[in-house]
Nanobody, 125 residues
Framework: QVQLVESGGGLVQAGDSLRLSCAAS????????MGWFRQAPGKEREFVTA????????IYADSVKGRFTISRDNAKNTVYIQMNSLKPEDTAIYFC??????????????????WGKGTQGTVAP
């Protein structure tokens, strides 16, 4: 059974940064694509970013391009998202996901193989 545990959320001011982590356990981490999704109050869960198993390919939602960076450390079974220049509209619960699909498919779909429970990121004006 795969477990994904997010950490690093918190309350920051607009313009600040946050770095979220997602630690995976339960099976071979390094052969699956990983992604981050978010869900704001009253809104549907949306794709944020994904990274291929090797780390060589990434994809981002237009709303976060140039501000967010995804990375992974397969030796630590961990994926990260560095979020800079945060805006109040980035406030959401951030979920980590693992999937067998390509990162392009992850960006289009809502259902993933495994989800974490999420971590709250709040950006004050």
């Amino acid at each position: 059974q795969v477990q994904l545990v997010e950490s690093g959320g918190g309350l920051v001011q607009a313009g600040d940064s946050l770095r979220l982590s997602c630690a995976a356990s339960g099976r071979t981490f390094s052969i699956y694509a990983m992604g981050w999704f978010r869900q704001a109050p009253g809104k549907e869960r949306e794709f944020v970013t994904a990274i291929s198993w090797s780390g060589g390919s990434t994809i981002y939602a237009d709303s976060v391009k140039g501000r967010f960076t995804i990375s992974r450390d397969n030796a630590k079974n961990t994926v990260y998202i560095q979020m800079n220049s945060l805006k109040p509209e980035d406030t959401a619960i951030y979920f980590c996901a693992e999937d067998r699909a390509t990162i392009q498919a992850m960006a289009r779909r809502k259902d993933m193989d495994y989800w974490g429970k999420g971590t709250q990121g709040t950006v004050a004006p």
